[in-house]
T-cell receptor, first 112, second 112 residues
Framework: GENVEQHPSTLSVQEGDSAVIKCTYS??????FPWYKQELGKRPQLIID?????GEKKDQRIAVTLNKTAKHFSLHITETQPEDSAVYFC???????????FGTGTQLKVEL | EADIYQTPRYLVIGTGKKITLECSQT?????MYWYQQDPGMELHLIHY???????EKGDLSSESTVSRIRTEHFPLTLESARPSHTSQYLC???????????FGSGTRLTVV
């Protein structure tokens, strides 16, 4: 089955700096890669996703890149703000699969 | 408003009690999932369903059981609660031909 590894497990940045979270996946047939943000005490929410036919997708300060050859994808947050502090999960959906495989999460802390 | 609802939000219960965690969605989604998560930690899939009368065990072994008699309802039952069951339980759903998950707000269970 699919295996997703996520790094780092914790990340601390200064407000205004950029943050990058990286994930690798094992199943070359995976074709959908979402990112979820979970604030303290709240539910995970989808913030951005990318499909295997696209190399990069951007939504305001958030971007995701996908390298199918290397089987890794990354979340980029620019101009970080305190409200970006949360746990971020990457996930992958194997081709023909019906359930996502999640990474282990990254605790992002944006310090003033 | 179309969403996924979990009740109760918090539950404190004694060892040996039978409990049912409720999950209902009004989005017409076919696929539903139960995850176990300690605060800020990994999401562990414990059960999933692709439709009425379809249930499967997830990646993490669990003593709980589920049923899917109606499309919108996916309750999780613990026949005899133990302190080791203390955790947060998140329900999620997705459409048959869509990959994105919508999560409920979770039930935080404490077994004393």
């Amino acid at each position: 089955g699919e295996n997703v590894e996520q790094h780092p497990s914790t990340l601390s940045v200064q407000e205004g700096d950029s943050a990058v979270i990286k994930c690798t996946y094992s199943d070359s047939a995976s074709n959908y890669f979402p990112w979820y943000k979970q604030e303290l005490g709240k539910r995970p929410q989808l913030i951005i996703d990318i499909r295997s036919n696209v190399g990069e997708k951007k939504d305001q300060r958030i971007a995701v890149t996908l390298n199918k050859t290397a089987k890794h994808f990354s979340l980029h947050i620019t101009e970080t703000q305190p409200e970006d502090s949360a746990v971020y999960f990457c996930a992958a959906l194997a081709g023909g699969g019906n359930k996502l495989t999640f990474g282990t999460g990254t605790q992002l802390k944006v310090e003033l | 408003e179309a969403d996924i609802y979990q009740t109760p939000r918090y539950l404190v219960i004694g060892t040996g009690k039978k409990i049912t965690l409720e999950c209902s969605q009004t989005m017409g989604h076919d696929k539903m999932y139960w995850y176990q998560q300690d605060p800020g930690m990994e999401l562990h899939l414990i059960h999933y369903s692709y439709g009425v009368n379809s249930t499967e065990k997830g990646d993490l072994s669990s003593e709980s059981t589920v049923s899917r008699i109606r499309t919108e309802h996916f309750p999780l039952t613990l026949e005899s609660a133990r302190p080791s069951h203390t955790s947060q339980y998140l329900c999620a759903s997705s459409a048959l031909r869509s990959e994105g998950y919508t999560f409920g707000s979770g039930t935080r269970l404490t077994v004393v």
